[in-house]
């Protein structure tokens, strides 16, 4: 009986449930209160009526010395007993009247040798046989006498009752109407959390597995107090980072969809253009051997061309995990020397593009890896010389401020499309959406750079130029990058790392891939291949 109570009670609502506790705190309360306002008029009411004893027997007293009998006003049911005392032990008077005495005296006569024993007042409550509860006092009138009077208690008794009952009454009521209207407030304050209750239910019925899952639930309901408004902005605040972190899930998947099937895009080219070559290679072979070493050089350059694919996801993927493994060996290095290096490469390679050089006189140290810096700036002058016309200036500008130094790459070109910029990073996007290769290769190069970049703790952006002006600017710490040294990355097939190249420019982010008549494999240290 009692579990299932406890059952039915755990499983009511909180404002039931706090109402319930309130009204039982209040019930123990109005007990409390109730008892000691009883006692008191109790008390209150027994202390009257010895006073009033005490008046009665000082006049019956006087009475008594000066008439030697009872004279005065005598109280309806009240007793009177005069004891002479003899030796020690008292004797009755006879009483005056016959209702002066109750038919049992040995109540009044046990107070009236209390009295000669004390030599002082008695005061004493006892049950008389047959007549209830009597309030007796006892005092010596003169020496060898005492009077004893006894003082019906039933009019204090029914007072009493009566002051328990309208407690009573009066705390039930209260105690409902505590209940009631308390559970109705409670119900109110609590509002607010039913609501987020609700809300979480809303979102509970949401598939959050889908990719476009959002949660556009908020718990809106205000009020409940200070507390019940923070849960209130702590609840929202936490549903507003599970709407962002599902928001960048599902662009993260769509990205990796996107980058899956773009990689295939890439792959399968490549690899269409081997088949074909190797079925003509085949026939050539055996019906036209002057053809072969034609259609076999087609095939090492397509070859190469997907080895260089490949090479630039194998070193996103490294920088991607840059924790476990930093393709990186810093080592100390002059920022000027090495753009330098990477100018007089440019110019010797697109001798169509004049350049111009800002590295000043200074010396800049930096502590990087040469091989993957020289990697960033080859691809930054080759992208700005494949995606402008012939005669189009490029400069390069080095500057040094707030303990960092930068690069800035310039170019006079038609610039970059604003509805662009925000994803010029992006791995494999690219402006020509029709995938041509007649300007660039697959749309890793900015990728990649942004990411060497970033490991060496560096930043590269887009700038904002004039229309027509295209500004790379990438920046470096002058202090240590914070990756750990490890040997470089290995080339495979013979080629040596891929231009660097983190996201995908709107114009096309990589420089051109070896043409079918370009040796595969050899590229020259610094130059971006052509």
Request: hydrophobic share 40%.
């Amino acid at each position: 009986m009692i579990g299932r109570l406890l059952r039915s009670y755990r499983s009511t609502r909180l404002g039931t449930r706090l109402a319930l506790g309130l009204g039982a705190l209040a019930l123990v309360v109005f007990a409390v209160v109730g008892t000691a306002l009883t006692t008191y008029m109790r008390d209150y009411l027994s202390a009257q009526l010895d006073d009033q004893l005490g008046l009665a027997q000082t006049a019956q007293s006087k009475s008594i010395e000066q008439g030697g009998s009872l004279q005065g006003k005598k109280y309806y049911r009240w007793y009177y007993a005069v004891y002479d005392v003899s030796n020690g032990v008292p004797v009755l008077r006879k009483p005056e009247e016959a209702g002066d005495l109750p038919a049992d005296i040995d109540d009044l006569t046990s107070v009236a040798k209390a009295q000669i024993a004390a030599g002082t007042e008695v005061l004493r409550t006892e049950n008389l046989t047959g007549e209830g509860e009597y309030r007796l006092r006892g005092c010596a009138v003169e020496p060898g006498v005492v009077l004893v009077s006894g003082a019906p208690m039933d009019s204090i008794d029914d007072t009493v009752r009566q002051l328990v009952t309208v407690q009573v009454v009066a705390f039930g009521l209260a105690l409902l109407a505590l209940v009631v209207f308390g559970r109705r407030l409670l119900r109110n304050g609590l509002e607010p959390l039913s609501d987020m209750a609700h809300t979480a239910h809303g979102i509970a019925s949401h598939n959050l597995t889908e990719s476009a899952a959002r949660l556009p639930l908020r718990a809106a309901k205000r009020g409940g107090g200070p507390e019940v408004e923070e849960l209130r902005t702590a609840f929202n605040t936490m549903l507003e980072h599970i709407d962002h972190s599902l928001a960048v899930r599902a662009e993260a998947e769509q990205r990796l969809r996107r980058f899956v099937a773009d990689a295939s895009h890439e792959l399968r080219t490549p690899l269409m253009s081997v088949r074909g070559y190797a079925d003509l290679f085949q026939y050539a072979a055996a019906n036209q051997p002057e053809e072969r070493d034609r259609h076999l050089a087609r095939l090492r350059a397509e070859a190469a061309r997907m080895g260089v694919l490949l090479d630039d996801l194998l070193l996103l993927a490294r920088l991607d995990a840059a924790e476990v493994e930093t393709p990186l060996r810093v080592e100390d290095t002059d920022l000027v020397e090495l753009v330098r290096e990477a100018a007089d490469a440019f110019r010797a390679a697109r001798a169509g593009h004049p350049l111009t050089v800002a590295v000043g006189t200074e010396p800049v140290p930096l502590r990087i890896d040469p091989v993957r810096i020289r990697q960033v700036l080859d691809n930054l002058l080759t992208n700005a010389a494949v995606h402008t016309p012939a005669g189009t200036p490029v400069s390069v500008t080095v500057e040094v401020a707030d303990g960092s130094a930068s690069v800035r790459v310039t170019d006079q070109g038609p610039g970059v499309p604003a509805a662009d910029r925000a994803r010029v990073f992006d791995r494999f996007y690219r402006v020509d959406k029709a995938r041509s290769r007649d300007r660039g290769g697959s749309g890793l190069g900015l990728s990649v750079a942004r990411a060497l970049v970033e490991a060496h703790g560096g930043t590269i952006t887009l700038d904002e130029g004039r229309e027509g002006t295209t500004v790379f600017a990438l920046t470096l710490p002058l202090t240590s990058p914070p990756t750990a040294e490890t040997p470089p990355t290995t080339p495979s097939r013979g080629t040596t790392p891929s231009t660097a190249r983190k996201g995908t420019q709107p114009r096309t982010t990589d420089p051109p891939r070896p043409t079918p008549h370009s040796p595969p494999g050899l590229r020259s240290p610094g130059i971006a291949p052509q």
